[in-house]
């Protein structure tokens, strides 16, 4: 991966681009620490689409509600009171 300084990452903006579709991931560096990388788009979905879901996706997809394992109501266990 190349390191472009956010200087050179703003004046030679078009010049990142080609070189992230060229050669890959590009690396924005702010007083020389990595702040942030340019993907090529196909690489950003196979990225994205590997990535887990997060609890709200899961909550709010269908799949996730239907085979849950639920216990039978009224067949849990209680403790009996302390004897005093």
Known sequence: ???WPVQDAKARFSELLDACV???PQV??????ETAVLVPMAEW???RNAA???LKELL???SARLNLALPARGKAKRRSPPAL
Do not use: D, F, Q, Y
């Open 1 to 3: 991966m190349n390191t």
């Open 60 to 62: 709010l997809s269908a």
């Open 22 to 24: 060229s050669e890959g």
């Open 52 to 54: 887990r879901p997060s």
């Open 28 to 33: 924005v560096t702010r007083r020389g620490a």
């Open 45 to 47: 979905k196979k990225l």
